[in-house]
């Protein structure tokens, strides 16, 4: 079973970079036709999804974020991570590491979600 968990700062002031790391147990970031997202919840909004980086290393970017978001990957430790910077209030969401198998968009496993607040 795999299990993912996000973690990282609940409260980022505008202008600065949200950071967060997905940890995940129950099978590698690496297994072949595995692919790995960041997708968020703002209030009253449906998901959005900002980017994923596949079980090779490659990365992709939603485009209307791309200028701000860079992920990354740490495959000892089994982890990815989100970079979003220049956050504005209008990146207060809950932010989901999930994983997709067999195509990127084939989502299987989901983190709990954690909140983010942008507030000064």
């Known amino acids: 079973q795999v299990q993912l968990q996000e973690s990282g700062p609940g409260l980022v002031k505008p202008s600065q970079t949200l950071s967060l790391t997905c940890s995940g147990s129950g099978g590698s970031i690496t297994t072949s036709y595995t692919y790995w997202s960041w997708i968020r919840q703002s209030p009253g909004k449906g998901l959005e999804w900002l980017g994923a980086?596949?079980?090779?290393?490659?990365?992709v970017y939603s485009p209307s974020l791309k200028s701000r978001t860079s992920i990354s990957w740490d495959t000892s430790k089994n982890q990815f991570s989100l970079q979003l910077s220049s956050v504005t209030p209008e990146d207060t969401a809950v932010y989901y590491c999930?994983?997709?198998?067999?195509?990127?968009?084939?989502?299987?496993?989901w983190g709990q979600g954690t909140q983010v607040t942008v507030s000064s």
């Open positions: 999930v994983r997709a198998s067999s195509t990127w968009w084939e989502y299987d496993y």
């Open positions: 980086i596949s079980y090779e290393g490659r990365i």
